[in-house]
């Protein structure tokens, strides 16, 4: 797995693990829910994805536009397709938003490059 | 139609017409642009339009999610389709998109009422 | 009531109403979860009703605002309390945040008028 | 002078009043240095604004905007310049400024009619 | 001290000096009333250091989120009382703050091992 | 070069280019705006710069920060101007611009010490 992959999943999963252990409440409910707003509904699974993906993108998080990004790709999202939903990212949010586009771009090919 | 949309619409092409009167170049290239990103391409205009509604309501851009709707509405989106997206709009960006997740559920109500 | 204070919870109920009775799962938790983030913890209410009321300031969201003014003058917070938080939340945001700074004074002095 | 200029002086006036009324000594103080830091420096007082200007248009603050587009006509700013100010905010803040681009320029035309 | 609290601490202090000499008035005036906005007033200390650290967890500043972390346990504030500020400025600010969260909690554990 | 301007610019450099090569036309084509818009106008190319860096700073993406110091720079733009301009945009965007300020502090001075 590439590098920033593998460094940014051991890191969530290390810090998750940790928040939920803590035995908060509400974050405990704020994860849970996340989970459940990507399952399949009366939009799919592919479409709530990039939704996820544009919307982390515009608010410049670049952690979820990571953790989206992989899910984008494993729901077989090309990159065409995720290119598309990122131009619009960056023409609603501004060109605020290149640097992470830079980075989503990045973070896409070592993605690619796992397989 | 409704008095929501009918006024929204109204204000929106004045004054659109005004600025591209106008004439400065940089801001009558961003609403051409605005125009075709939102073009059928790897994405179909129905997922586009989703994700220019998901990222003005994690920005919290009322008339902004007011043009989406109204064209997700065209597209033949349902309102569960909607409100699925708003779901995840609301979870991203937090209870402080509630109030804007209202007037879009006011908004959705006249665009449903003008059929 | 005050006219802003009424005017504001009336539309508040009627749309919360429709947006639970719309039965999305995930807009029907978050509303759940709203409700119990501020309910006495190892923090009492006020103190959390004074931390979502600068959340609420700095993101600049003017309903939430209202609300947690609406619960601050409940809990019995003072005007000066209020206002030492408000002056923290623009400082931390900077000077965008006095013209919501004018409108959340407007609405105290409604919320106290109201006695 | 045009309805939108008064109305929003008047209610600026009104509620700063009252604010430095209150007392709340941080409050106070940053009113002061918003008084400070638009004054002539390294800058000229045309420059600041327009700083100001940009500054609240990508932070998305009607308000604001309003504040700074009168203080720019004051200063004798001509609506290219000031569009072209407009230009880059909405380039990099994105198309969800479109809508604080349609009102400044209503309020702008406003401006140039009080004469 | 934990190498996290250790470089945060020793960067902010250099560049503060240099920002403080560098004798912008402006600047110096900011900084010294963030000293101020945090003394005992109406409220007591521990709830302004909680309105800081929820005002900056909402805005996603890591680095503000580190400074009030800091203050909070200076003040004795409690891991659980740290959590449920933290839990209502998840849910106030959406699932995005939760990447500022797994590095505020990363922090706090080396804030409570430095005893 | 300084170090961090070198590394800056190495890795914008890098994937600017591969962004480039992807052929997304919305992308491609506000990089083209993002070229135009600084050009010299009704408002020359200095006054521009310092617009774009206000925008950025008081939106926080340090990257965008970067590289309108780098073009203030280049323009002759003096430190004490830049100073102006920063103050402007912490006291608009408030104390969570404060750690902003100082990686562009330090990134200011390794400009002037390439010379």
Redesign the interface.
């Known amino acids: 797995m590439g590098n920033l992959v593998k460094e940014f999943n051991d ?2 999963s290390k ?2 693990e ?2 939920l252990a ?1 035995n ?4 405990k ?3 849970n ?2 989970t ?3 399952t399949e ?3 799919d699974v592919k ?2 994805e ?3 993906l ?3 993108t ?7 536009v990571k953790y989206h990004l992989e899910n984008c790709h494993k729901e077989g999202i ?4 995720m ?17 992470h ?3 989503a ?2 973070f896409w ?1 070592e993605l690619e490059n796992v397989e």
Do not use: H, Q, W
Not at 58 to 64: A, F, G
């Open positions: 890191y969530r810090m998750n940790k928040l803590d908060n409440k509400i974050v409910r704020i994860f829910l996340d459940n707003a990507y509904g009366a939009l479409t709530k990039l939704l996820g544009v919307a982390s515009v608010l410049r998080c670049d952690d979820c090309s990159k065409e397709e290119m598309e939903a990122m131009g619009i990212a960056t023409l609603v949010g501004g060109t605020i938003v290149i640097p586009l830079r980075r771009y990045e090919e």
